[in-house]
């Protein structure tokens, strides 16, 4: 509605312009048009006034005269008739293209706009969330008259985990929004090393669950690149393979060359991702049903976001391929350093 309503405003805008060009050319096209008629047929000069024309009588001339006058009264509402029709069909086809070239301009600022309204509403409710939750373990806390030490360790512990949710959340936000910016500083850097890193820092984690990393051989893949982004790049993925596989399973990680790119894969066997899903995972803040509860895991929708952006800002691509049931595969494609 408010895209329809801007791209009126802005179609009545082309069209002004576009008919005051139209109206100021017909104005001119006229005046020169009707001093050309005035001077053929009103005032045709000394040819036609010193021509035969002289030679005829003063009645006859006077009755040619009179006929030239019809004409010229004639050609000009003909050319006036004219250029109105003109102007008139110029008129129609300027509203239509004019509101088709509006709503194509307006389309995605408008798209834009609506993703930054949205981010920004997403982002104040993450942040209150934990905000409310505190306020009220505190309110509870100060109106107990008997509220023990035990009771009051356990409110300021449950705080510090909400106040650590926010400040992740933040420096979540506060990359993003970096990331939205400069370009990042970037170097040739093997990718495979990198890997090996994030493997091993998520192995721990892993452990937990009893799930295994394979990790065979890898191609030796060099790009030019930021080692911090592409490592948290590479990591949200282990870390969400890890979050979202159940116990006891594998992941399995590879590092292929390719004669152009350097192709990155973390596959697991986990829940995978609806088909439904599967366009809006990428998005801020969006987290599928399944993981929707805070319980199951703690992230805020951020994660794929973040990589993404990271590897856009390489000129790579991020893309995922899951069936319902049976585990996703994430793949990271960057282009080889020449
Ligand atoms: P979150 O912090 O919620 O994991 P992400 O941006 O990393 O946020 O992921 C967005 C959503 O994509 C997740 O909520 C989850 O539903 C889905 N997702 C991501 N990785 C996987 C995976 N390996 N298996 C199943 N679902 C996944």
């Known amino acids: 509605m408010k895209l329809h309503k801007n791209s009126l405003k802005l179609a009545g805008l082309y069209l002004a312009i576009i008919m005051f060009i139209s109206l100021f050319f017909s104005a001119a096209i006229f005046q020169l048009s009707v001093a050309e008629l005035d001077r053929g047929l009103r005032h045709p000069g000394p040819m036609g ?3 035969p024309e002289a030679r005829l009588p003063a ?3 006077d009755v040619l005269r009179q006929d030239r006058e019809i004409r010229y009264t004639e050609a000009k509402d003909r050319v006036a008739g004219r250029l109105i029709a003109v102007n008139g069909i110029i008129f129609i086809a300027a509203g239509f293209l004019s509101y088709y070239l509006s709503l194509r301009t307006l ?3 408008e798209e834009a706009n609506e993703r930054l309204e949205r981010f920004t509403a997403d982002a104040s409710h993450e942040l209150r969330t934990p905000l409310s939750v505190m306020q009220s373990e505190i309110d509870v806390a100060l109106t107990d008259p008997k509220l023990s030490l035990a009771k009051a360790r356990a409110v300021l512990s449950s705080n510090l985990e909400e106040i650590t949710r926010l ?6 936000l506060l990359q993003l929004a970096r990331l939205g910016g400069d370009s990042l500083p970037k170097q040739e850097l093997g990718l495979s090393a990198v890997v090996q890193k994030a493997v ?3 192995t721990p984690l892993a452990s937990q669950k009893d799930i295994k990393i394979m990790v065979p051989v890898m191609d030796e893949g060099v790009v030019m690149g930021d080692e911090p982004s592409l490592f948290q790049a590479i990591a949200i993925l282990l870390d969400n393979a890890v979050k979202y596989s159940p116990k006891k399973s594998k992941i399995d990680v590879q590092v292929e060359a390719t004669p152009k790119n350097i192709i990155i894969k973390v596959a697991d066997r ?3 991702i609806k088909d439904s899903e599967l366009p809006h995972i990428f998005e801020r803040f969006y987290r599928a049903d399944s993981s929707r509860s805070r319980a199951h895991t703690n992230g805020y929708g951020l994660g794929l976001a973040i990589a993404q ?4 800002m390489h000129n790579g691509s991020i893309s995922v391929e899951s069936s319902y049931g049976k585990g996703s595969t994430f793949t990271i494609q960057l282009p080889r350093a020449k």
Do not use: F, H, N, Y
């Not at 952006?309 to 856009?312: D, E, H, L, Y």
């Open 59 to 61: 009645d006859i001339r």
């Open 167 to 172: 400040t992740d959340l933040s420096a979540a």
């Open 270 to 272: 986990g829940p995978g």
């Open 309 to 312: 952006s990271i590897v856009g």
């Open 107 to 109: 389309r995605p600022i």
């Open 200 to 202: 091993e820092e998520i």
């Open 49 to 51: 006034q010193l021509g």
